[in-house]
């Protein structure tokens, strides 16, 4: 969830009257925004560098506040006071309308071929006669680095360009050329370089070398030229700064570079319409994108429980910016959706913001007359009453973890990776992630080892699911529910794990026996010390084993003391 | 031990107990001491015994001040004192002051002697000062009064005496804590053995009827039982299975932690590009990489109201790729099971309503921290059915909480990519007096489950919540590793009560 920071006084500024912060919560709330944090640079700075530093830094009060990740326009303070205000119907939602220059031609930007490989769209929109103040400003260029970090999937969707139009002259040309063949000064540097140059000087770059990798490899570069030849930037990475914009700019021209035209239209479409309020007179854009009108019909209102007419619904819609009206007898309602208001791609969110205005909180709670008997997962069902009956028996249930390192259930256990059927994780953080276990032991002998100083002996038991490779199932790997439990004490108590086994089984109506019923036998198995590991038989099939840990597992778990194990696959007695 | 220990000799106890049948008013142990000429620690001991066998004798502890004679006060018992001493040594024909003052007594029983007017001190005498007796004889009354308090007769002395004496360290009083003894509600001067415990001869004799038994030390706790014990985050699994029971919700399969990217993500309506889909938030397998087998022509749909929309949404307008689609992953949600579930009651000939329910693990490849960790437990509950609104949603959870000890409910706008309404559920926290965050909860999106295949008409309401918060609020714990994973302390399991989420 993306988080704008304001200043607070003139958000209330904007607002037009001050709240206390819990009534600021409280509309947020009902928003479906969330005051995450109320604090000042100097607050930030003292947190994260200490007092010193925070020293002489502004003590103005800043809000935090979440905004939903769909919800773009919210990103900023203009759009945060438009979307507040219209929802408290202080002010009327704002039509947005694309008009051509009062003299000459529209600007164009010609769209080269090369760019096909690299980044192959692009669209553009000029803003005339703005006036900027340094704190519009600095939102203005706050605003793009939000939509670059959220919509734009830091740049490698969108990236967004702003210059100074009045430096520059049309028609621009989005090409893609070779890095040595691309020369420019980039913004805020007194040289020109290759753009081969500029990707080494940017290495070292704290912000920009997390852009690099987007084009790095590739063959061609992106890049906007205008008429005379001079770079507008070298999208995704920098602009030029001969174009660059400040806060006496008065006619900015805006490039979206893009491989989702989609987003790169919405991202495009944010930067227009956020600013556009403050030069209602003047604006000429050269996309104004979508403009959707949707027909709903009054059936929307059943499914959200509002016993409202047309008329209050077409009410509600246009507190939440999407200007509506009843059309027809038959309850229709015709609602426009602008530009600002990407997230609606459904009647569904229609509905939502229906909802929202009239309130969550205000609608009755009702129950749903849906008839069903419940059933349990048989699985489930076996694993709860085993698990109450082995704590009956003495064993204390542990709780471990599902992923772990390929040594917890290889080398420790003296066993090969390979042999053990697990899957791989291909980008853990850390080894303890590294594969999904594939057995119940390692995560009791753990928990063992975490426990040494309890008195013993320690009787543990666990029923849980590990993860094999099964090239039969869709995905290509299948859980398995096991029952396993470990005794450690000073004796290895073979007879204990042993009559556990006896008790499970007595438990799930396996009598001893060859054919139609369990039996251990002798089994070599490199995790067990050698002549005291036995495989455990029902039914004439394998169903897993029991015995003495080696020594060498014991250490390996950081253990001292002898230990026995169990560890059964109780799918077996479905 | 709960029976109590150490029995004095009953010879002495009943002494004792001759002792006090004798005075009227009662008596002091001490007194008993001295009376049976034992060492008032004994009589202490049979204090304690005779306490210990019911109402026989009162026993009130008290504190008395008392004198003694001082090591160099027995001295002087022995010897005399040290006046006494000096003027012994003196001869007839008197003795040289020098060598007086040589003797052990010299330099106090000189003064002392001197001020009893005992002995003179000629100091012109010829060859130096020289000391004579001045009376015949005299009488030790510095030893006549410490051989009093030696017979604890120290009260017929008069205060200011002893202070003298304390003053010449030859007396110190010390404070004696000892019992006033007074007869019980069932004195006897007779002790019968009494029992420790009940015994089968006794039950089947009957000679417990005349038999006394030791009283328990009910203070003493008892010893724990032998057993074994469940865990506390799988207890509340337990009554959450339960109380969806209650509820006729049936348990989804969801035994499958593997799951590949179309079911987590893209049947749920979640694009490709959307951030839960980063390496830094989901763990991607690198064997087996990739999920090989999807419901043809459910896939086509998946992949047109993705990339074109359709179903009456726009959709999100972007390149679809079954490669993205195809991706193993830890599954970051239960959710995804929900999906299968749907899908598969889509196939059927005629919709039925169901409830489903699942409470199992899911993994997340985020930054860890004091309540997060990479792998946790979420409960889910869906129920699909012809014509449910958020109202039914709203009763839904109204009811589910009830059963969770929570009616406080309230609602809050929220995204999630799947489900549209989607609403935060906030609770009220008496004890952190704020509005807590529960749960989310919402209304699938048409564009996940129409390509399903299911009715147009129907709707489909889910929550969810993680199994690990409300447990750590229930047991009070703050780190989410003391509650889940290897390194819980164990006696954290065994003291774990019973779950009981509605008190």
Known sequence: MPTVGVKRDLLFQALGRTYTDEEFDELCFEFGLELDEITSEKDIISREQGDQKAEGASDVILYKIDVPANRYDLLCLEGLVRGLQVFKEKMEAPRYRRVSPVNGDPQRLIITEDTAGVRPHAVAAVLRNITFTPERYESFIELQEKLHQNVCRKRTLVAIGTHDLDTVSGPFTYTAKAPNDIRFRPLNQSQEYTATQLMSLYKTDSHLRHYLHIIEDEPLYPVIYDSNGIVLSMPPIINGDHSKISVNTKNVFIECTATDLTKAKIVLDMVVTMFIVCVLLSSLSLSLSLSLSLSLSLSLSLSLSLRESAESIAQLLTRMCLRSEVAGDDGQIQVEIPPTRSDVIHACDIMEDAAMAYGFNNITRTTPRTYTVANQLPLNKLTELLRMDLAAAGFTEALTFALCSQEDIADKLGKNISETRAVHISNPKTAEFQVARTTLLSGLLKTVAANRKMPLPLKLFEISDVVLKDETTDVGARNNRRLCAVYYNKTPGFEVIHGLLDRVMQLLEVRPGRKHGYYIQAAEDSTFFPGRCAEIFSHGESVGRLGVLHPDVISGFELTMPCSALEINIEHFL | ?503
């Open chain 2, 1 to 503: 031990r709960r029976a109590s220990q150490g029995m004095a000799d009953s010879g002495l106890l009943e002494s004792v107990l001759r002792l006090v049948e004798k005075v009227d008013g009662g008596v002091d142990s001490q007194d008993v001491a001295g009376g049976l000429s034992v060492d008032h620690q004994v009589v202490v001991g049979a204090v304690k015994s005779l306490q210990a066998l019911g109402e026989v004798i009162e026993a009130t502890q008290r504190s008395s001040k008392h004198w003694e004679v001082t090591g160099e006060g027995n001295e002087i018992l022995e010897q005399g004192s040290h006046e006494a001493r000096v003027f012994k040594a003196i001869p007839e024909e008197g003795l040289p002051q020098s060598e007086l003052m040589k003797l052990p007594s010299g330099k106090v029983g000189f003064s002392k002697a001197m001020s009893n007017k005992w002995i003179r001190l000629d100091k012109g005498h010829e060859g130096g000062p020289r000391v004579f007796r001045t009376v015949d004889s005299i009488e030790d009354a510095v030893r006549e009064k410490l051989q009093q308090v030696k017979k604890g007769q120290s009260s017929q002395l008069e205060e200011k005496e002893k202070n003298e004496l304390k003053k010449r360290k030859l007396l110190t009083e010390v404070t004696v804590k000892s019992y006033w003894i007074t007869k019980g509600s069932n004195f006897s001067t007779t002790i019968t053995k009494q029992e420790t415990e009940l015994t089968p001869e006794m039950i089947a004799s009957g000679s417990w009827r005349e038999k006394k038994f030791k009283p328990y030390n009910f203070e003493a706790m008892g010893v724990a039982p032998d057993s074994g014990h469940l865990h506390p985050l799988m207890k509340v699994r337990t009554q959450f299975r339960q109380i969806f029971l209650e509820m006729g919700f049936t348990e989804m399969p969801t035994n499958n932690f593997i799951e590949s990217s179309f079911w987590n993500f893209d049947s749920l309506f979640q694009p490709q590009q959307h951030p839960a889909r980063d390496q830094h938030d989901t763990f991607f397998l690198s064997d087996p990489a990739l999920a090989h087998e999807f419901p043809p022509d459910y896939l086509e749909r998946v992949k047109k109201v993705h990339s074109e929309g359709g179903f009456g949404s726009q959709g999100y307008k972007y390149d679809w790729k079954i490669e993205e689609a195809q991706k193993n992953i830890l599954r970051t949600h239960t959710t995804a099971v929900s999906a299968r579930m749907l899908y598969k009651l889509a196939q059927q000939e005629k919709f039925t309503p169901v409830k489903y329910f699942s409470i199992d693990r899911v993994f997340r490849n985020e930054t860890l921290d004091a309540t997060h960790l990479a792998e946790f437990h979420q409960i889910e509950g869906v129920v699909a059915d012809y014509g449910l609104t958020l109202g039914d949603l709203m009763g839904v959870l109204h009811q589910f909480f009830t059963k969770l000890g929570i009616t406080k409910l309230r609602f809050k706008p929220a995204y999630n990519p799947y489900t549209e309404p989607s609403m935060e559920v906030f609770s009220y926290h008496e004890g952190l007096k704020k509005w807590v965050e529960v749960g989310n909860s919402g209304v699938f999106r048409p564009e996940m489950l129409l390509p399903m295949g299911l009715p147009e008409e129907v709707s489909v309401i889910a929550w969810g919540l993680s199994l690990e918060r409300p447990t750590m609020i229930k047991y009070g714990i703050n780190n989410i590793r003391e509650l889940v994973g290897h390194k819980v302390n164990l006696q954290m399991v065994y003291d774990s009560p019973v779950c009981r989420l509605d008190s």
